[in-house]
């Protein structure tokens, strides 16, 4: 019974082409995360979501787009993929206090 | 000025011994500080969350916080091989938004 699932673990892909990563939390929590983790392991926010409406945007290209259909999936579409976009995509989920809890990551190679 | 700092790099103590790990941050408004534990190829997983000064203590680890010199540091005592992990110090600002700020982590080394 995992608590915040990702899908796909892996994504190999060209540069150019779009890819979606998906997120599913079976917590009830109301908040949904996006964060990239780079090689240097540096984590980093992308966007959040309350209960279906976009709370945190940082400053993020517009290649890439979230999408929240309810509060407990938050997916990730990304245009035009770049050699730069390679890293470790993980979401996460959070209700009370801010606690966070996250996916186990999607680790997106572009070539 | 990063806004959350920790010691880049490896700590290396030996088995059984105390490990300190140590964070400071910029905004002076914050008010949550949590640290995480991720195993290589994996995912950040909580250890503590600590929001009052002084220390907390949860079996083998103590947050410690002090708000006045904007310092957060996890102490883990007898540590094991197990432990040796990135440890990621995270701070939630002042701006109300839930939003997460993140040192560059540091890696600790447990050897036998």
């Known amino acids: 019974d995992t608590a915040v699932s990702q899908t796909p673990k892996y994504l190999v892909t060209q540069m150019g082409n779009d890819k979606s990563i998906k997120c599913e939390q079976n917590?009830?929590?109301?908040?949904m995360y996006w964060y990239k983790q780079d090689s240097k392991k540096f984590l980093k926010i992308m966007f959040s979501?309350?209960?279906?409406?976009?709370?945190i945007n940082e400053t993020v290209p517009n290649r890439f787009s979230p999408k929240s259909p309810d509060k407990a999936h938050l997916n990730l579409h990304i245009n035009s993929l770049e050699l730069g976009d390679s890293a470790v995509y993980f979401c996460?989920?959070?209700?009370?206090?801010?606690?966070?809890?996250f996916g186990a990551g999607t680790r997106l190679s572009v070539l | 000025q990063k806004e959350v700092e920790q010691n880049s790099g490896t700590l290396s103590v030996p088995e059984g011994a105390i490990a300190s790990l140590n964070c400071t941050y910029s905004?002076?408004?914050?008010?949550?500080f949590f640290w995480y534990r991720q195993y290589s190829g994996k995912s950040p997983e909580l250890i503590m969350f600590?929001?009052?000064?002084g220390d907390k203590e949860d079996g083998r680890f103590t947050a410690q916080l002090n708000k006045a010199s904007q310092y957060v540091s996890l102490l883990i005592r007898d540590s094991q091989p197990s432990d040796s992990a990135t440890y990621l110090c995270?701070?939630?600002?002042?701006?109300?938004?839930?939003?997460?700020?993140f040192g560059q982590g540091t890696t600790l080394q447990v050897k036998p």
């Open positions: 996460a989920s959070s209700q009370a206090e801010n606690i966070q809890y």
């Open positions: 600590i929001y009052s000064n």
């Open positions: 979501y309350n209960n279906k409406e976009l709370i």
């Open positions: 917590l009830g929590h109301d908040t």
């Open positions: 995270a701070v939630d600002g002042s701006s109300n938004t839930g939003k997460l700020i």
């Open positions: 905004d002076r408004g914050s008010q949550s």
